[in-house]
């Protein structure tokens, strides 16, 4: 299976360049992924680092994330990020973290632990409350 590409830029790939880069340096007009995607695209036309602009894309999904899941609810350390999908990116990670102003734990194999809580409740193994 080969991994997603973005831009160019494989998936796998997007954490350790955004971790060279300095998020606010691109503004993010937009959330909606057409219009954030061409903001994305303008500012790399404009003269903007690829590592910046991956930082920025990072920040605006940590940012989205925020908006509507965690806002509204009390957040406590530890916090831990699982997906395979999120906690893959280091680049998402770190700019989770900015956001909380706390650091953010990502587990060992931390993109297969939806996978087993899913399993072991299918299992019986632990029963849903």
């Known amino acids: 299976m080969?991994?997603?590409r973005i831009g160019g830029v494989d998936i796998t790939e997007l954490g350790p360049i955004a971790m060279k880069g300095i998020s606010k340096t691109v503004p993010m007009n937009s959330y909606c992924i057409v219009f954030g995607?061409?903001?994305l695209v303008?500012?790399?036309a404009e003269g903007s680092s690829k590592e910046d602009v991956a930082a920025a894309?990072?920040?605006s999904v940590a940012e989205q994330v925020f908006e509507q899941q965690l806002q509204e609810v009390d957040i406590k350390e530890p916090v831990i990020m699982v997906g395979g999908g999120t906690s893959l990116i280091?680049?998402?990670v770190h700019e989770m973290g900015a956001l909380l102003q706390t650091e953010i734990l990502v587990p060992?194999?931390?993109?297969?632990?939806?996978?087993?809580?899913?399993?072991?409740?299918?299992?019986g193994f632990i029963e849903e409350k």
Request: charged share 10%; hydrophobic share 40%.
């Open 2 to 4: 080969t991994a997603k």
């Open 37 to 39: 995607t061409q903001s």
């Open 42 to 44: 303008n500012a790399l």
């Open 57 to 59: 894309a990072c920040r």
């Open 90 to 92: 280091e680049g998402l």
């Open 108 to 123: 060992h194999h931390s993109q297969y632990i939806g996978a087993v809580g899913s399993a072991l409740l299918a299992s």
